[in-house]
């Protein structure tokens, strides 16, 4: 905890390390009340940096000696402050040898060394290594390790780190050893030990160049039975990263450890990858398709920054995209390329539009707003965010979709040939990309160093007697926090025309026939484009493939839209099409149940929009999981995002009104299709069968949003007999929503079955959570459960992040109580653990967007918080930008 005034630190004031580390040996006497820590480093002046005084980092850890040469150091020597210890006058050869002492059990922020469940684990990105021994703690050091650890040995009979296993045998008083050695220099971020009572499931492996690598699952005792797809997930991306882009693992042993104490969602440490048990246990009693995915994309992501981020790591943090934002962009590839057809391709495009627009297109919009390469930060846990990750992503996904495939796999090629084993920035990732495909990128960079979400605005006018097709391209970018003014992105724009059959026309621009969709390359303010030979009056299909992070405004009729939904031959622009006349119903519906004091009696959804639903549900010809996107209305966040000075409430009676309707309406094809949708035989989640079941359950979850008898025996079915855990929350999430008093039974039956399994625990606190039926009293309520603490992330997320993030009625109740609450907890849990506070301290974001009479609980409630004298530097940045 500091209480100091938080220091903003800034990208332009990179300075290059004073010294750098070729050696680190490092030698651990594990004792979850006392951690010794030996640390001998070779250093060696840094001809690139002036001064010849060695910084090193250090927090919350006892300093026991420090040797330079041999010779113990006086206090004279060295300055020992607020966090920092820097030795004065250093020769240009050093030895230093460093002892400290930590204390790992009553370490609650999970970063450094610490405990869970009796186990040692470490987490050290983004800063947690200084939390273990002194060193200068920043990306651009990058040295070899040597790691010797010591420690009880039926305690902790398992001991890894990094790389290879060297030596290990048994020590006096009951104690063993373990040595490990990685071959490669790494930054201090990646280094990892555990020390714990588990056990792996354990495969050899042959990679593309004929050698076997041993690879490792560790879990605890008990969870052997979930394993197996993660061990899957694990051997299809290391084939995928040989194929794609002839990346190879270049250890002999790769292992993955799941804890169930954990911030984030997984650690990509150099051999030893740290995993959230969420994203690592599954079998299909207990995990559901949307698990499996998480735990494929996951493994892939963490085995992926193998390459992008460890052989090629960041300068600084302000680079955290070049590794972030390419291995997203990699593990969004590497899924798609897992489901194999276009169609399903399509469909995790749209989950990406998707996520993109709930999460970060608010981010973009709010307080918090940071360009994709951050220009400052107070602390850069803050900084792990969608930005960075998604829209990082989205800029990568730009250059593939300017130059094709082929074109970033050059840039890839060249990206490795100039960068491997180096600490490097953005532009040396774009540089790679222009010099590889000859093109000059130096408007591109603007998606780096510009926050907000462009807004693109197209007109389009059809000459008749000409036979052109003008297109007319608007940009414009909404001034952040920072930044009053932004200038021209270099935006690919892929269009499509559609004629009256909904045929995509051919399209030829300056005499060159572009195909059916034609990549249109905007730079500028405004540029027109003409298309020519256009002999009728077409529908034009904008940003097809979501081809860049932007909004697209465009005067649609409700014909055109229906056109689009019905036709269009680019799956992401057709649900794109659905989206928009939901979108224009829910705004008008919420309007107007706020005008009539939120009493929804007299609301009306006209036929043409509750038509197109039905012809989407029923449409045998598309895939079952794009009709299940197709169907899913926008979110209550993401239609608030669209109104200023928004109520809640009335958001909320508006979609449960088109969600009920659509129950009542297409009752007849909403049964249908459960019956058509139902998966017989073993669970499998693959992707058609995950889709089966998606469109099957957003059918029952419709059926039930209008209950009657028949679909809540439905739900309560489908609760009793399903096998595996998708069709079992699926239905139980009906019964909550349809508020009848079998829902109170199922959860009950639902926690006596699972009360064993922490995860599935985490589902029941979590649906009762958002279940717009439970108030701030129930969620208390629900804090006192014998399984809630809010100790472990995983659980303190499902109960108080959830009700506050994904429960706005309630949260947003008239009388302030759900604020009161918020501010509460992230005062509670900031002193536990402030990265976990910090990320509920922005459920407020967005306080300046509500109707005033809740603006302004809103603000006292961010005020408190605040005002508290002891907060984190985490807390403290979120609640500051917030009311800034
Ligand atoms: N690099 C990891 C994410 C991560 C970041 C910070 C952490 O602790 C503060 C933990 C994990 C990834 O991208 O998967
Ligand atoms: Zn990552």
Known sequence: MRTDTPQTIYRKDYNPPTYLVDTVELGFDLDPARTVVANRLTLRRNPAAGGRAIELHGEEIELVALRLNGKTLAGADYTLADNRLVIHEAPDDVVLEIESVCVPEQNTTLSGLYVSNGNFFTQCEAEGFRRITYFPDRPDVMAKYTVMLRADKARYPVLLSNGNLIQEGDLDDGRHY??????????????????????????????????????QVWVEDGNLDKTDYAMQSLKHSIRWDEEKYGLELDLDRFMIVATSDFNMGAMENKGLNIFNTKFVLANPRVATDVDFQGIEAVVAHEYFHNWTGNRVTC?????????????????????????????????????????????????????????????????????????????????????????????FRKGMDLYFERHDEQAVECDDFRRAMADANGRDLTQFERWYSQA????????????????????????????????????????????????????????????????????????????TFVFTDVKEQPVASVLRGFSAPVVLQGSYTDADLLHLFSHDSDPVNRWEAGQRLAMSRLLKLAGEAAAKGNSGASLNLDETFIEAMRKVLVDETLDPAFREQALLLPSEGMVAEQIDGVDPLAVHIARQFIRAD?????????????????????YSPDAASAGKRALKNIALSYLNAA????????????????????????????????????????????????????????????????APTTDVAAVRALMRHPAFTLRNPNRARSLVAAFCMNNPVQFHAPDGSGYAFWAEQVIALDALNPQVASRLARAMDRWRRYAPALQEQMKAALQRVAGQGKLSNDVREVVTKALA
């Open 707 to 770: 209950p009657d008898d028949e679909s809540v025996a439905l739900a309560q079915r489908q609760f009793d007999e399903a096998d595996n855990m998708t069709d079992r929350a699926a239905a139980l999430g009906a019964l909550i929503a349809s508020r009848v008093p079998e829902a109170a039974d199922a959860l009950d039956v639902f926690y006596q079955e699972f009360q064993g399994e922490a995860l599935v625990v985490d589902k029941w606190f979590m649906m009762q959570a958002a």
């Open 315 to 407: 300068r600084d943090w302000f680079q955290l995209s070049l590794k972030e934002g390419l291995t997203v962009f990699r593990d969004q590839e590497f899924t798609a390329d897992m489901i194999g057809t276009d169609t399903g391709r399509a469909v995790t495009r749209i989950d990406q539009v998707r996520t993109l627009r709930q999460h970060q297109f608010p981010e973009d919009a709010g307080p918090m707003a940071h360009p994709v390469r951050p220009d400052s930060f107070v602390e850069i846990n803050n900084f792990y965010t969608v930005t960075v990750y998604e829209k990082g992503a989205e800029v990568v996904r730009m250059y593939q979709t300017l130059f094709g495939v082929d074109g």
């Open 662 to 682: 659509i129950g009542a309406r297409l009752r007849g094809e909403l049964l249908a299709q459960y019956e058509a949708n139902l998966t017989p035989g073993a």
């Open 452 to 527: 907000g979400t462009p807004v693109l605005r197209f007109e389009g006018r059809w000459d008749e007697t000409a036979h052109t097709y003008t297109l007319k391209l608007i940009q414009s970018c909404p001034p952040t926090p920072g930044q009053p003014q932004k200038l021209p992105f270099h935006i690919p724009v892929a269009v499509g025309l559609l004629d009256a059959a909904g045929n995509d026309m051919r399209l030829v621009v300056d005499s060159v026939d572009r195909g059916a969709t034609a990549v249109l390359e905007l730079t500028q303010a405004e540029q």
């Open 178 to 215: 373990a040595l490990w050695e990685d071959p490669f220099k790494k930054p201090s971020y990646l280094f990892a030990l555990v020390a714990a009572k588990l056990v792996c499931q354990e495969e050899t492996f042959r990679l593309a160049d004929g050698r076997d690598a041993l690879l």
